[in-house]
């Protein structure tokens, strides 16, 4: 039985979920489906739902194979793949559920290969080892000595997902509110939070920002001390038309390097047959550019003083030639495109859309590698959610409504 808890009145809500991503829009659905009778409110800054990182990715819905086996990232993933493609079947939402090969070009890369295989075997996934006349089988242009199998890997359109999800969140009641950027965060001594947004005041009796990009600041802005920063990582897509799109079958994947959370270029075949390769990942100075040149000074501070962002560049060097090159190049772009399918023509490639990453990253330069959230006065905050956050939305939603409970009894 749902549990229920007594309507507010006025302008206090039992729940304020601030930030209209698909981890909002699933924590409110969450919070609607659990304590049905309780007042919800989702606030977003923007003008639609999805702005950002929902509606900036490559769409692939994943598996789970690459998370370190007891993570959230990996138990949250696995269980999200089924309920992402079960919920989009059920609500006639276009999707695919085409699988995909990670491939090995070399000897060099066998370990990491058998590391993923091992990572998906103990997370429960299913997943097989191919030769290269297997591979082949199922990717008959692919170059590689040996891949992995993943047949579970879908792709589909988040943001028709995110509408869906706003259109049965207004069915159960939740009040929705788009344009309302929260500018100011008080906690009163009634015990409630009280937000300024640009466009009223309200209050709330527990908060929850799933803010993304903006995540840290809000954090702060409700007077949390935040050790890690969001530092934005931006990648660049590629379109790849006809006729070396239809040498791509399903969505194909290097073995990525285990130093970072990113996956490497790869080739995704669309909902719609679309073919797009990408992305890089780049130091990106503006938190919401999506433009090459974008540039916002307080975001460059916030990255460039960071010292966590200059422990990591020594160490790594993330944002060193290679990926430069690979954004201004499309010569450069389209190797790393033909070191998996050779015989795409670069001609056939041309500049798509971009897409910001919200990176947490701690002062000692590590970048965080699982969901991170913290918690403080009748407030929650949801610090860290990457990819695949849109593939988990749905349990991440409960995973916050059951801490939720437990922070209040």
Known sequence: MAERLTVATDSCYDYAIVGGGIVGLSTAYALSRRFPSASLVLLEKEGQWGRHQTGHNSGVVHSGVYYRPGSLKASLTV?????MITFCRDHSIPHAVRGKVIVALDESEMPGLDRLLANGTANGIQVSRLGPEKLSELEPHA???AALHVPSAGVVDYGSVSTVLAGLLSENGVDLKLSQEVRAITHLDSGRVHLETTGEALQTRYLVCCAGLQSDRLARLAG????TRIVPFRGQYFNIGRPSADLVHSLIYPVPDPRFPFLGVHLTRGIDDHVHAGPNALLALKREGYGPLDFSVRDA???LTYPGFWRLLSRSGLSGPKEVARTASSAAFARSVRSLVPEVDPADLSRGSSGIRAQALTREGRL??????TEGPNSLHVLNAPSPAATAAFPIGRAIVDRIVQATG
């Open 301 to 303: 501070a916030d990255a």
């Open 368 to 373: 965080v590698d699982d969901f991170l959230f």
């Open 143 to 145: 170059r590689g000595i």
């Open 79 to 83: 269980q999200g793949n089924r309920e």
């Open 224 to 227: 949390l001390q935040v050790e």
